[in-house]
């Protein structure tokens, strides 16, 4: 048997890295960890697989920097650190390198010139210099209290650097990194801007728009007519910067950079959001009011042309015009979603969209390679922290490569031919971690543009991992080459799910009717398209070439051989159902409304109902785990504080055992016998012995576990959070904790070892007490001394180890 704990990975490592990549969590279970060790029992320490790579997650939010200088793309983020991303068109967008700066990004500029990444850290007025040709930090310039905003001036080669604090901007010499002088600008600075046809910096302040001259260094005009702008946008053209001013003013203004004077005053419709975009060939700027209008003004008679919806009520993140196509790309947001526009810039027509997934925070273009870069994730959840690159090159904008920021393990799937473990980042547009389950490391990156791992199948005969794509169809992903061959063309692609005995998946498809596609996996292509009869919910597939297929008011039985209807039955409408089968008894499970319903797995007939017997935890259906090997099933309630088992030979409640398990963070070991429950709230994976019923051992882990996979070849159990995935071994744990002295029994549950029992004297004992093995009849069998004690040559059975003077005394099994 292969052993998945190796004793490093968790605890082993930079500490200053395990603070920063995982902090609270980790550092709740070392301490958890070191806990248990003081009460003298040893848990084995699983291997920690940090994600989305061994570089580990960036924080968000994002700040990006690139230059015509490297092929380098640089996220920086608000918390810590620096990700440097290969940008090589012809690349795939791999992260290379982590610069660590101990200090929150408040702003990063790549100067191409000198190819240094200037990055400014607010919580310890400085700005950090990084050398771009090796990635390494090279000088700190300190410049005051809470520097942030950072603009370049081309034409003086000097980097303005605006402090929020202090209400001032430094002037720092790029030919030497010094800091050449301190501007007083007032309160309220929001926003800078260069404008090279005047060697001029301009500054948002609450009380006027300054003029900087970057030859004298000095403010030469205050533009006291606009004041506490909140974006800037010059139109090098016609000279003139344009300033969206605060909501209440709802006009857009236009300030001439040769005289620093108002140009005009253009009235907009409703709220103008601070988003600007300018096409100096066709003079025109472009704004977005908070209705989601597309406001188009003419730069040369600065007035207003048009106004088109275009969005509905949104938070626009970006603007940018691409004048050689003359089209306009605008990211948007709502509800936390969010959309990338391309639109004509003649008709201002969509052209194309594309879902980037949630909280999209940055839009930033790179004309000189065609290419657009957002990025998000500034919510709680981790799955949408990625950088996304789109090429606007052709007639049609694409999503080029993508790469994840943090990592995300609500979704993994285990491959059982190959091997590997996956786990899956971004939604509307992301990929897919390879991890080797031999070495539980990530080997590869695979960016799926369109299709998303959230809902799957693995196809064991054709060795075809099956996507849904959230834009509709079927992604099919190559496993041997962990890349994807091709998207079969539907309109949902929903819950695909493998049936062995003809080798197809069966997915929903919807559109303008109910129906479930299936694909033969030998083909890639659409065999049979099957009418239902309502609102699909999901899928279950229960051997013997059937489908299960679960709807809103109907469960409908296929047979696979003939991609047939064989029962149709009407049920009870609920969202809110889990479903589970048992192999042996014919039967399936499902869990709504507080009870469990026992239907026959042939005619769909209800055999019998069971109801949670407890008041105030009843809750939609939870969750269910069917173990065929002891016969049992297990019904986990809504609000995680129990679960019930079921003898599925008479459909009888036979047990409730006390658990802090959700999100469906439970799973059977590779025999079957033994369950492994993942507490989201409690630290602790506990594991039950199905034949008993009983908590037989727990390992700690950290809080907000997001999922749990079983690995069976590897005898492993992979337990997935935001950043890490830990590798435990599928055994029980040989020996429980002595908790407290005063407890007279150890844990009542027994222990299962198999070569190896794990000895730890109770509290209160010398560390090097030893204890006593008794079998059954009271006879002593062996010495246990504190650590590993080999009892290999020992009969397999039940015996019970005494320690202690108190005479504390645990169950222990011994399996071969």
Partial sequence: MRRCVRGRGWLSGRLD??????????????????FSLCFGWTPSVPDTILLPDSLGPLRPGYHLAFGSSTDNIYVASESSDVMVVDGNQWGTFQRIKRIYTNAGVGGALLVSKHNRLYVSHPSQGRIGVIDCSTNEIVGSILVGTRPKLLCYSSGSDKLYCGDTIDKTVSVIDCATNGLLKVIPVGRGLT????????AKMYAATREAVLAISCSADSIVSAISAVKAASALCVNKRRQKLYVVPPHADGALYAISTPTDSVAARMSGDGYLMPVLACNEVTDRLYNVNDAGGMLEFDCVGDALIRYVPVSPLADPAGLFCDSVRNRLYYLWERDDRGYLYELDCVTLDLMSWTYVGLYPAILQADPARYRLMCAGGRGYYAYDRALTVFDYKS???????????????????????????YYWWGLGVGGVGVIDEQTNRLVAQVFLSRASLSEHAYSRTSNKLYLQVPQGGLGVMDVARDSIIRVIGMVWGRSPTWCVDEDKVYCYAGGTRWYVTAVDCSTDSVVREIDIYDRFESFEYLGDGRILCRQWK??????????????DSAVEPSEYRAIAHTGKGNKVYIALNGRLEVRSSSTLSLLTTLHWPYAGHIGGGGFLVCSDTTRKLYWFSDFGDSVLAVDTRGDTVTARMATSVSYKTACLDHTGRYMFCAGFYSSLLRVYDTQSDSLIGTYPHPQYPRSITPAPEQHCIYVGFDDFILAYPDIPPGVEEATNDELEPMNAGA????????FGPPSGCPQRATGELMDVSGRRVKELRAGANDVRALPPGIYFMHAGERGLTRKIIIAR
């Fill in 17 to 34: 890295s395990l603070q920063n990549l995982a902090g609270k969590p980790l550092l709740a279970c070392v301490v958890l960890l070191g």
């Fill in 554 to 567: 109907h469960l409908t039985l296929i047979d696979s051989r003939a991609d047939t209807v064989l029962v």
């Fill in 395 to 421: 007639d049609s904008f694409y999503a080029r490569g993508g790469v994840p920021l943090s990592g995300w393990t609500q979704v993994m799937c285990h491959n059982s031919a190959a091997g590997k473990l």
């Fill in 191 to 198: 926003a800078m801007a260069y404008d090279p046809t005047t």
């Fill in 751 to 758: 222990s299962v070892v198999l070569d190896v029992l794990l």
